[in-house]
């Protein structure tokens, strides 16, 4: 992939994160799912590349969404699979609270897993924990490990979970071992790419959440030299064999980054819709609007913190003619 692809890609998720931004607080989260997905559509038509979803999102609940199988891009090399969330924290934005983001996920055609829309279960850490987890193992055994891969004690350690009741377990004994504990309502992606990052104050991820979301965290920590292991929960029959149909044999496979992303050459992008522990929300200045993005190269390990002023005025359709 060019190297330019990298920037391309920030461009769409400002556009969606600028266009979610304006529903921040109004309680209609489907309406600001739809406004960053057609944002997203948009700018994608003008990208040169030949990409093909293979993770959307959405399905679940039933929110609008980038379709998997869907074209985007004008159909000339490079040729890509794409995840997107084009909003990564619905209810966040309808809320106004901490944390949502727009992301987009590539790598090279045929190296993404094609993750069905269900639930998976993870565990994350940045690099300086890299070998120490085993999501077979307890929680307790995993906090233990990156306490001391970290050089802390287990007291100091910052354990992020979504607050959801399928995760009381998992809350009650990252508390009876005396670490500390981050619950957010929503946001996994953000929440495993935090543990990358020291200024976060997060060290490991743990619980269920999208197995889309997997995916694209998996691409971003690639890129950042962290580790992600998973395993798919399917609910049902159905879900069972849709997971078939998508080419995945062995549902209790212990998958790793390299079975999420294959290969160095992929890229990860990411605009910040509220304010978060990473990235800044989209403010608005009368006929000006400001961003903060994220974007990973994994081939070159290139990390960019992207500032962007933009005016409104000059490109109302999201893209100069």
């Known amino acids: 992939m060019e190297r330019s692809l990298s920037m391309e890609l920030v461009r769409v998720t400002e556009a969606a994160a600028l266009q979610s931004a304006r529903w921040m607080g109004r309680g209609l989260k489907n309406e600001a799912d739809d406004a960053a997905t057609t944002a997203m559509r948009t700018v994608f038509d003008t990208i040169h590349m030949d990409g093909v ?31 997107v969330d084009p909003l990564e924290g619905t209810n966040i934005v309808a809320k106004g609270t901490w944390g949502a983001i727009a992301v987009v996920a590539v790598a090279d055609r045929g190296n993404l897993l094609h993750a069905p829309d269900m639930y998976m279960d993870k565990i994350a850490v940045g ?52 670490a500390r504990i981050r619950l957010i309502t929503d946001g996994d992606v953000a929440a495993a790419l935090n543990t990358a990052f020291d200024d976060t104050g997060v060290d490991i991820l743990f619980g269920i959440g999208g197995a889309p979301e997997g995916v694209i965290a998996a691409v971003a920590l690639k890129g950042l030299g962290g580790e992600m292991q998973a395993r798919l929960m399917p609910e049902n029959e159905e879900q069972l064999a849709r997971c078939k149909r998508m ?75």
């Open 247 to 321: 080419g995945i044999e062995d549902i209790n496979k212990v998958l790793t980054i390299e079975d999420m992303v294959k290969g160095d050459d992929c890229i990860f992008a990411a605009t910040g819709v509220t304010d978060g522990e990473l990235l800044k929300g989209v403010r608005f200045q009368g006929q000006s609007a400001f961003t903060q993005s994220l974007v990973i190269r994994a081939k070159s390990g290139t990390v960019r913190f992207v500032e962007g002023k933009h005016r409104l005025d000059k490109k109302p359709n999201l893209v100069v003619e």
């Open 127 to 178: 690099p300086k924990a890299v070998g120490a987890i085993d999501i077979n193992r307890s929680v307790t055994e995993n906090l233990q490990s990156v306490a001391k891969a970290l050089g802390k004690d287990v007291s100091e350690v910052t354990a992020i979970v979504l607050d959801r009741p399928r995760h009381e377990e998992i809350i009650k004994e990252i508390r009876e071992v005396g």
């Open 53 to 83: 979803v293979v993770i959307g999102e959405g399905e679940m609940d039933e929110a609008p969404m980038l379709y998997i199988g869907e074209r985007l891009g004008n159909g000339e090399a490079p040729f890509v699979d794409v995840a």
